[in-house]
């Protein structure tokens, strides 16, 4: 069922009507079920991936739960028999314990995602290997489903698992709750990665109907459509028309469509997420934001904390973090300060974890080289950023800029620029087009022909472009005045009739001048295939 | 608590005179964004004029262009004192034609309902722009919503006929003069359903029929069929079967044998008009206006005359001019009529 279909905003309706209708205290259950059923709209057969999920890290979790009560129950009846080292080892052992059953599960799920994800990924390489050495073997293709949403919520699953294993909350013990966890609609397919204790109260808690949250909620619903459907989905129709066709879209089309997709993206995946937050919002849920106006990071580092920032986190708090002091990690740590020096040599684990994560967040969003190389890019880019910061701190000493307009305008800029030529590792179909295209963008001097003709041979009409240019420029001024508050506070704060006229302009707009319907190809959003 | 209940008032009164502006403004969208039909593609407009007459015909022809183009309720009318209507469309499917034909029997009950076979080569839903030219411009009723259901293609939605918005939406950006014109009406087009055409292209060349691996018709087109004798027995309408003069797309004798077959087992009248084209007098050198494919307004006169005394011999059906108030509504109707195929003449003659 996709978010932009009828039959969605039919279901959500009803949804939101029986919400507000039935007891308080079943309105979980009725979530359940809803997110069932609209994961049933996917195919009946990924469920029993999701049980799969589902069971498995309720029972582990319950487990080690139970591990963690026993052992503290445990040492506090034998406080005054057990030595020091008795405790000690005692401890190592639950530990160990605990250790063991989140490995498994660990295993058996990222198992699950990695067969169905990756198989016929390593199958390429493998059949690439073997005609390179001249191999008249080939190994066929796997006809594989990818349940719908398995990335996102194998990765909310894991992260409640590594949570209780830390002990940062206890386990569910009803397995219908924490299905609801694993399975809540409106984040089962773009995210956020939510996280148990953040979610837990919203989805678990009783809502009675509040005009104020349910009237912003439906104001972001929308706000969330005319993203996707004016601007994203209209922006598709360029992008798809300037990467279809690398014979003829070279030079200042590659950089149009370089711009067409980040633009895109942006609107595409916003605007997924503010559907979803705002879904929640009119149930009452609160969710956390995965959006931080990331085109206005003046740095890499400072994009990625503002754009999925969700994923980010969870690779920080579940990868980078283990990575970085896990004991073999240490050793290195040790050695290369030793072999080094302090001040490089403090810097090899730190990196080595950030190749790591990389690596898993660029193959996590598809299994291809094409993203392997866009993490390793983003890696590669954050980390030339930080060995630069003493040439920067020169830079700064000597020139007071920092502080001035133009300065900061220049950093968006090029970080935008950048973000967005690593991003066309998205578009292309393999590594060495991408290169090859990126490189016609200074061969290719066609910058003339593109702005006098070339445009209208995209498949976008004038309309189409005064649409596209409105529709950014309300994308940009809500991100601006968004800076200083929240933008829906500031209309609820003016006269009724205004919020009226801005969200009733706005639903017409979306209704006029939204790509959708006969015509346009129903449209998933972007993030759906990760 | 009275300065509360103002203010919830107030903003219970913003709300509702808000959400009433905004209806109102999509539904004067709406209006400006669907098709007209006064362009080039006329034969849009004539489902929904209908519904303007009296109710109180005769005979009601029932399909596709075959009927619409090529009988003239005028000269029915003027010969027979025959009172008709076509309630005909483009490419309309048989399921259309069952459910136009269903809800006609609603308002009225003529005494014959003319149904051309045409139809019964279609088991599935063909093109979108064609079940809109039938059902945009059918009125609200149950007839409607079956007629909508049984016609979807694949990527089609019910909701955007309940709210052709959302279909034509992206009609704004070619809205042309006549979106504007005729936002709050349309100007008449057919006359009683004929859509008049006087110019004259003579049949040079008839394309052949490409052979088909089956010529049976699907069961889909014959349970409309069915349903269609078993409404009009039930209303008390005689149904007769027609297959128009048309010299392509190709009428197969296979498809003609079956309709035979159907009409003798549900004692039906059937005429193929195609084997009395000497008789009827038609001359497709003079008598088309597109080689062969539709007749003009000359040979749809001559095929209507035959028609005519067809369904006074053989249906039994009286002349009715001697009726006052419908003579005088006919006098409108045909005043209209030939003013129309005099501009048309002239028009054709300047060409």
Known sequence: MLFTSYRFLAFLLVLFVLYYVIPKKTQWMLLLVASYVFYAFAGWEYFIFMGITTLSTYGAGLLIDRNHSRQKAYLAEHKAELSKEEKKAYKEKQKNKRFAIMVVCLVLNFGILAVLKYTNFMIANINGVLEMTGSDKVLAFQDLILPLG????????????????????????????????????????????????????????????????????LQRILWGYFKKLVIADRMLIGVNAIIGDTESFTGFYVFLGMLFYALQLYADFTGGIDITIGIAQVLGIKMQE???????????????????????????????YPISVCKPMLKVSKWSRKLLGEQVGKRVPVYAASIAVWFVTGIWHGAAWNFIVWGLGNCFFIMLSQECEPLYEKFHNRFAVKEKMWFKAFQIGRTFLLMSSLRMLDCYRDVPMTFRMFGSMFTDWNIGEVLSTGIWNLGLGLH??????????????????????????????????????????????????????????????????? | MKEKKNVRGKIFATVAIGLVLIIVILGLLQRLVMPKYMGEVKEGALIGEYYDENKDFDVVFIGDCEVYENFVPAVLWENYGINSYIRGSAQQLIWQSYYLAEETLTYETPD????????????????????????????????????????????????????????????????????????????????????????????????????????????????????????????????????????????????????????????????????????????????????????????????????????????????????????????????????????????????
Request: overall charge negative; hydrophobic content about 40%.
């Open chain 1, 150 to 217: 398995i990335s996102f919520y194998t990765f909310q699953s894991m992260g409640y698992l590594i949570d209780i294993h830390r002990g940062k909350y206890g386990a569910q013990k009803n397995v219908l709750k924490f299905a609801l966890f694993v399975s809540f609609f409106p984040q089962l397919i773009q995210g956020p990665i939510s996280r148990y204790d953040d979610l837990e109260k919203g989805l678990f808690g009783q809502h009675a109907f509040d005009w104020h949250t349910v009237s912003f909620g």
């Open chain 1, 290 to 320: 995965n959006f931080n106006r990331p085109y206005f990071s003046k740095g890499i580092k400072e994009y990625w904390r503002r754009w999925h920032i969700s994923l980010g986190a969870w690779f920080t708090d579940y990868l980078f």
């Open chain 2, 112 to 351: 014959v309902i003319v149904f051309n076979v045409l139809a019964l080569q279609y088991n599935e839903p063909q093109k979108e722009a064609y079940n809109r030219m039938t059902i945009d411009g059918m009125r609200w009723s149950p007839s409607k919503v079956g007629s909508i259901q049984a016609s979807m293609m694949e990527d089609e939605n019910f909701i955007e006929y309940v709210f052709p918005l959302l279909r034509y939406h992206d009609r704004w950006s070619a809205l042309e003069k006549e979106d504007f014109t005729y936002l709050f009406g349309a100007e008449k087009v057919g006359h009683n359903g004929y859509y008049m055409q006087v110019g004259i292209e003579p049949v040079e060349y008839i394309p052949e029929g490409r052979r088909l691996g089956d010529y049976s018709f699907g069961d889909n087109a014959w349970s409309y069929m069915d349903k269609m004798v078993a409404l009009c027995e039930e209303k008390g309408v005689e149904l007769v079967l027609i297959k128009a003069p048309s010299l392509y797309p190709e009428w197969y004798d296979e498809w003609d044998v079956q309709v035979e077959e159907y009409a003798a087992e549900h004692n039906l009248k059937y005429i193929n008009f195609l084997e009395c084209t000497e008789e009827i007098g038609l001359d497709y050198s003079t008598d088309t206006y597109d080689a062969g494919l539709h007749l003009n307004l000359y040979g749809a006169v001559k095929l209507t005359d035959y028609f005519g005394e067809y369904l006074v011999t053989e249906c039994g059906l009286e002349d009715r001019r001697r009726e006052e108030a419908l003579a005088a509504e006919w006098e409108v109707k045909l005043e209209r009529f030939y003013e129309q195929k005099e501009e048309l003449e002239a028009l054709e003659e300047e060409k």
């Open chain 1, 464 to 530: 189409d472009y005064i649409v596209l240019l409105i529709g950014i420029v309300i994308l940009l001024t809500v991100s601006l005045v968004g800076r200083r508050g929240s933008v829906r506070d500031k209309i609820a704060s003016k006269p009724m009739w205004v919020s009226m006229a801005v969200f009733g302009g706005m639903f017409i707009a979306v209704i006029l001048f939204g790509a959708y319907g006969m015509g346009y190809d129903a449209s998933q959003f972007i993030y759906n295939q990760f």
